[in-house]
T-cell receptor, first 108, second 116 residues
Framework: RKEVEQDPGPFNVPEGATVAFNCTYS??????FFWYRQDCRKEPKLLMS???SGNEDGRFTAQLNRASQYISLLIRDSKLSDSATYLC?????????FGQGTELSVKP | NAGVTQTPKFQVLKTGQSMTLQCAQD?????MSWYRQDPGMGLRLIHY???????DQGEVPNGYNVSRSTTEDFPLRLLSAAPSQTSVYFC???????????????FGPGTRLTVL
């Protein structure tokens, strides 16, 4: 079993749609959690950290369920510019472990 | 600030050749790391360093060496290149491993390596 697993994707959605990405992690001792965004052939960039209480940044909402070892990212009112690969990332003892990524394509 | 820089951007090697991928950061970050990214595999940690003089292995260290003689530089050496090392390599840094919970990692633009 992979340490961090994401929905395989790709997700193809129309502009304005709401889309949710799911991620599970296997190590219950994981300390912190993030979503990164990666545009085609570019370096990953931090989208948002994920806090136990859940957190929101504009159209993006991240949730963490430690009991189920599950992380989610919700994007509301999706834009063409949201098209990218979204990476679930878990901090295990100072090492960042990445999921394989879920590709999102937003169409006009 | 240049951020995290990597050289070269592209490289083609023959099996058995050795080379060094360069990584430098000008943000005075203590924590630096190397990842490789293969299709469908996400990023996998090769080696990391929590400060000058200290390095440790990640998930896939075999075939790679690192050193950290200065805070700024973290080169990755391929000892004897193999086709299985064809990949995109990213270097990253963050302020400190102790604050990794809060601080993002900044990535370089990547090196695209092909081993024939």
């Amino acid at each position: 079993r992979k340490e961090v697993e994401q929905d395989p994707g790709p997700f193809n959605v129309p502009e304005g749609a709401t889309v949710a990405f799911n991620c599970t992690y296997s190590n219950s001792a994981s300390q912190s959690f993030f979503w990164y965004r990666q545009d085609c052939r570019k370096e990953p960039k931090l989208l948002m950290s994920v806090y136990s209480s859940g957190n929101e940044d504009g159209r993006f909402t991240a949730q963490l369920n430690r009991a189920s070892q599950y992380i989610s990212l919700l994007i509301r009112d999706s834009k063409l510019s949201d098209s990218a690969t979204y990476l679930c990332v878990v901090n295990q003892g100072g090492k960042l472990i990445f999921g394989q990524g879920t590709e999102l394509s937003v169409k006009p | 600030n240049a951020g995290v820089t990597q050289t070269p951007k592209f490289q083609v090697l023959k099996t058995g050749q050795s080379m060094t991928l360069q990584c430098a950061q000008d943000m005075n970050h203590e924590y630096m790391s190397w990842y490789r990214q293969d299709p469908g595999m996400g990023l996998r940690l090769i080696h990391y360093s929590v400060g000058a003089g200290i390095t440790d292995q990640g998930e896939v260290p075999n075939g790679y060496n690192v050193s950290r003689s200065t805070t700024e530089d973290f080169p990755l050496r391929l000892l004897s290149a193999a086709p299985s090392q064809t990949s995109v390599y990213f270097c990253a840094s963050s302020y400190s491993t102790l604050t990794l919970n809060r601080n993002e990692q900044f990535f370089g633009p990547g090196t695209r390596l092909t081993v024939l």
